[in-house]
């Protein structure tokens, strides 16, 4: 697992634009201000990363559009959605995750073995990957 | 996975914010992957084996473990 400088300095030196579509509600979401905060330290880091925030009750459509049923999540985006998206507020692991999400993103590469990437590029079927995670 | 393949989505779900996905899951240790609502990777795996029970997975019914049982891999 890198460090946090290093994940830091990767940031830094970003070169593709990342954009973080944060979900929030107003009322009833604990960890949503946590989560948010996290997010505009995450994206102080690099002027590539840039947030949008919608609310999951007024801005139904990019709810819809994103696929968001909970709340705080955030989608991680580069040239188009790229169906990353991380629900609760993203500490410690977690956090290390979102970083390498968005350096990935950035790069445009999957970061899979040339095995795996043919193996993956067969599939024709929407499929839904969910990993429960805590953040130690 | 997500990148490689425009018909797959990926979230990370922290479990302590969901209790009702964690109870409707069954997570009881972390990671545990869901694939497509039905199959289930326990624990980190190998690349390999990821893309393999991912796959598998698509063909829900049979070849999906039961929830407590895992096909194959360490915890």
Not at chain 2, 59 to 68: I, K, L, N, V
Request: charged share 20%.
């Amino acid at each position: 697992m890198r460090s946090p400088a290093d994940l830091e300095a990767a940031l830094a030196g970003l070169t593709s634009p990342v954009k973080l579509v944060f979900f929030t509600q107003t009322f009833g979401c604990e960890t949503c201000l946590p989560a948010r905060q996290i997010v505009n330290r995450v994206a102080a880091l690099s002027d590539q990363i840039t947030v949008e925030e919608y609310n999951l009750v007024i801005d139904k459509e990019q709810a819809e559009a994103y696929g968001i049923q909970r709340v705080p999540a955030i989608a991680v985006v580069g040239a188009a959605d790229t169906g990353i998206r991380f629900y609760g507020a993203p500490d410690g692991h977690e956090l290390v995750s979102l970083v390498e999400s968005i350096l990935l993103v950035a790069s445009g590469e999957p970061g899979l073995s040339d095995e795996s990437r043919v193996r993956v590029a067969d599939v024709d079927q929407p499929i839904e990957i969910q990993v429960f995670v805590t953040p130690t | 996975m997500a990148l490689a393949n425009e018909h797959i989505t990926a979230a990370a779900v922290a479990a302590a914010e969901y209790p009702d996905l964690v109870r409707q899951y069954q997570v009881t240790g972390v990671p545990k992957t869901i694939i497509n609502e039905t199959g289930e990777i326990l624990g980190a795996v190998p690349e390999a084996a990821f893309v393999s029970q991912m796959i598998a997975a698509l063909g829900a019914g049979s070849e999906t473990p039961r929830p407590g049982e895992t096909n194959d891999g360490p915890a």
